[in-house]
């Protein structure tokens, strides 16, 4: 799938960007199936917010399931100081995760794509598995920042082996915030782990929290993204097809969109079976639920 010179890249800058790789009529398939998901999804009973920046009280036991089923997650700026939505609940989700590729036959179709497990391999995945997926929509306005991360934080193997592909649904850009990524930056430490909060007996946790691992401060976000300064970080503005593949230790990060246009992405991560998963992860499936093999 991949040429010398890709592999090379990869190698060099920890991510790789792929233009067409899906058609736009699959990126249109899966962005009704998700829009399709929201209008069917009942938020009365519990609402759980998702946002990066404060993923210890915001992690509960709806986002631990999650890891096994499909669940949306309201953006933070959703609701009005009445705690109601004050945009239509289409355009409040921030995204659906993290069990969909298996859950639903539209995901699964579009996840278990054979060229992904081939790549994966060409850049040195073992026996690849399918452990996570989002749907994260960027929704116009309100589309909160993801906060500078390395993958490995969330999804931990030892040896390190998770590996990200995120699609472009929709066209990325500077002013709906798009990827951006920190070219070499792979090489670095990872900084932090995010480990389920009773490490004695982890299937009893009810939320997770951060680890401190390593003090190296991770590459500053620009502060203005259309006049970024002294940033290590360059954008990925992508249109809809892309495919962005992502080392499980780079730093990578996206800005709030203020924009009127929404930014959906598909995003599926992919472990060596070959490494050990601990069980102190967040995410863990039942017995009944094993990953599939990409
Ligand atoms: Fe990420």
């Known amino acids: 799938m991949l040429t010398a010179e890709q592999r090379a890249a990869y190698d060099r800058d920890g991510f790789l960007v792929l233009p067409d790789f899906v058609s736009v009529a699959e990126c249109t398939r899966l962005r009704e199936r998700a829009l399709q998901i929201v209008d069917e999804w009942e938020p009365s009973a519990r609402r759980s917010v998702f946002t990066t920046n404060e993923q210890t009280r915001t992690s509960n036991q709806e986002f631990l399931d999650s890891g096994f089923g499909t669940w949306c997650f309201f953006e933070e700026d959703a609701f009005g100081p009445d705690g109601e939505l004050t945009q239509p609940k289409e355009l409040s989700i921030n995204k659906i995760g993290h069990a969909q590729h298996d859950t639903d036959d539209e995901f699964r179709r579009f996840s278990y794509d054979p060229r992904l497990g081939t790549i994966a391999r060409e850049l040195g995945v073992v026996e690849p598995l399918a452990l996570q997926s989002m749907y994260i929509f960027k929704q116009p306005r309100i589309g909160g920042e993801v906060t500078c991360h390395q993958d490995a934080t969330f999804l931990y193997t030892d040896p390190i082996t998770v590996t990200g592909f995120w699609f472009a649904i929709e066209n990325a850009t500077l002013d709906n915030g798009c990827l951006w990524a920190a070219p070499g930056a792979h090489r ?22 951060f680890e401190a691992l390593d003090a190296t401060a991770l590459p500053t976000p620009p502060a203005d993204v259309h006049h970024p300064r002294e940033t290590s970080f360059v954008p990925l503005e992508v249109a809809a097809g892309t495919m962005v593949v992502l080392h499980g230790l780079l730093p990578h990060w996206s800005g709030p969109n203020h924009s009127a246009t929404s930014r959906h992405a598909y995003s599926l991560h992919a472990i060596s079976a070959a490494a050990d998963y601990p069980s102190w992860n967040w995410l863990q499936r039942p017995a009944d639920m094993p990953l599939g093999a990409l």
């Open 188 to 209: 670095g430490p990872l900084r932090q782990l995010f480990k389920r909060d009773d490490p004695d007996d982890p299937a009893r946790a009810t939320g997770a929290v």
